[in-house]
């Protein structure tokens, strides 16, 4: 987990939040990472990440087993187009698979927990959602 915060932070304007106890932010969201195209380094207030990576189970996305010692999944917007090259039947709880994001799949965004041998695929993918935020921006901006 820490090596993929580590790499995305490597990305150009790429922000990594990661709320802790004691913030603002809610309790089930602490030890989580948000992956932001931000280059103030500011989170920004209405955007979406483009990556996430999860820690534990949210009352409404148990099917990964997330709450089990030392399970984490990685969260990628990746399209629509990604998602739809995976098989429809993965379990949710598979290790170092590509699945689609057990909620958000129909948005475009794929998961993997655990990664080891998808790892190098992952950041990839990372990169990717990372440049597809960056564009997104700069049209903004350009408005």
Known sequence: MEAIIRTVQTFDGATVFQPAPGSA??????????????????????????????????????????????????NV????????????????????????????AAGGWISVINPTTTADRLIERLRAAHDAAHARAARRSAN
Do not use: C
């Not at 602490?30 to 009352?59: C, L, N, R, S």
């Not at 098989?87 to 699945?99: G, Y």
């Open 25 to 74: 932010y809610p309790e089930i969201s602490w030890g989580d990472a948000y992956f932001y195209y931000a280059p103030d380094g500011v989170m920004p207030e209405h955007t979406q990440p483009y990556g996430t990576i999860i820690t534990k189970d949210y009352p409404d996305d148990t099917g990964s087993k997330l709450n089990e010692p030392g399970r984490f999944r990685v």
């Open 77 to 104: 917007n990746a399209g629509r187009d990604a998602v739809a090259e995976l098989p429809d039947d993965l379990d949710p709880a598979s290790v170092d698979t590509f699945i689609p994001h057990p909620l958000y």
